[in-house]
């Protein structure tokens, strides 16, 4: 009974295994194998009768044995289907891929050089980025400037309108001839001509120059926060005296008594300086009387304020 049943199972298994597409050397196997079986059976055919009751059992069991054999058939052919699905898309794709390289070949394109193309378009795209990057920073920098720009330009506006006010205070002194001013080197300059305040060779002041010195320490001593530098300039006709060696000495003591003088007259100390230049800075040609004269002067020089001066910015 027991072979039977092998051989009921290997006749359905090689049935199953045949529908699975098994190939010819496994399924001749199979035969042999099942024609030895049989044999097997008639030999043993009287020592199975004790065997018949097991049958009903078996015949249950093939039954179960049978559905799930269906069950596994059902899902070969699901896979199958799967499979062919699989197949087709496998399929889709080289044809796809060989249609594009027909495409790539027709139009004269390969890999090689759309590769070489994307290597370029890449190096051009990192080259912009690195020209934007450089425009962005350049772009910073312009605007720095323009903010540096428009700060100097806001100061030169206040310290011109400062200027104007001065000068219309002094109109009248410009107008006599008592004092000129000037912008020089950047920095506003009122000058007295020496003829004016001091005696030939003398640092004593005369009534004249003392009311000059008066009348302009008025104005100066109303502005706030500036400070002022009083030069004095001599021609260059040499001095040689005990108390005036040259003309140094004798150009640093007339700047000395203006300042003296406008300190009476209200400046604050804190606000000036003295200094003299002798004959070594002139503005007008000394070949002449005239140009001598010129260069004979006490120049009230304004200083200029730190915020005043380009690239300072005050905190």
Do not use: Y
């Not at 559905?67 to 794709?93: A, P, R, T």
């Not at 008066?214 to 009083?230: G, H, I």
Request: with cysteine; aromatic share 4%.
């Amino acid at each position: 009974m027991k072979k039977k049943t092998i051989i009921l199972i290997s006749t359905v298994v090689l049935a199953f295994l045949s529908s699975c597409g098994i190939n010819k050397e496994v399924h001749q196997k199979a035969l042999n194998d099942l024609a030895t079986a049989q044999k097997s059976i008639q030999d043993e055919k009287k020592i199975n009768e004790d065997l018949s009751q097991q049958i009903a059992g078996l015949k249950a069991e093939n039954e179960k044995m049978k559905k799930d054999i269906l069950e596994l058939i059902n899902e070969k052919m699901s896979l199958n289907k799967e499979i062919s699905s699989l197949k087709q898309k496998v399929f889709d794709s080289s044809n796809m891929v060989e249609n594009l390289m027909h495409e790539l070949e027709r139009s004269g394109t390969s890999i090689e050089i759309l590769e070489e193309a994307k290597d370029q378009m890449t190096k051009q795209r990192e080259k912009m980025l690195a020209e934007r990057d450089a425009l962005l920073k350049e772009q910073e920098e312009l605007k720095e400037e323009l903010e540096q720009l428009r700060n100097m330009k806001e100061a030169a506006e206040r310290r011109n309108a400062e200027f104007r006010e001065i000068m219309g205070r002094l109109k009248s002194m410009i107008d006599a001839g008592t004092l000129s001013v000037t912008i020089r080197r950047g920095r506003m300059i009122v000058s007295l001509s020496n003829d004016i305040l001091f005696p030939s060779g003398r640092t004593t002041m005369t009534e004249e120059g003392k009311e000059a010195v008066k009348e302009l320490s008025e104005t100066l001593q109303t502005l706030q926060d500036r400070t002022f530098l009083v030069v004095g300039h001599s021609d260059p006709t040499p001095i040689n005296t005990k108390r005036f060696p040259s003309n140094w000495e004798l150009s640093s003591q007339r700047a000395v008594e203006v300042v003296k003088l406008m300190i009476e007259n209200g400046v604050e100390p804190e606000m000036l300086a003295a200094a003299g230049q002798a004959e070594f800075d002139p503005i007008a040609d000394n070949e002449e009387k005239e140009g001598m004269a010129q260069n004979r002067r006490v120049e009230i020089i304004f200083m200029p304020k730190i915020e005043e001066m380009p690239g300072f910015e005050l905190e």
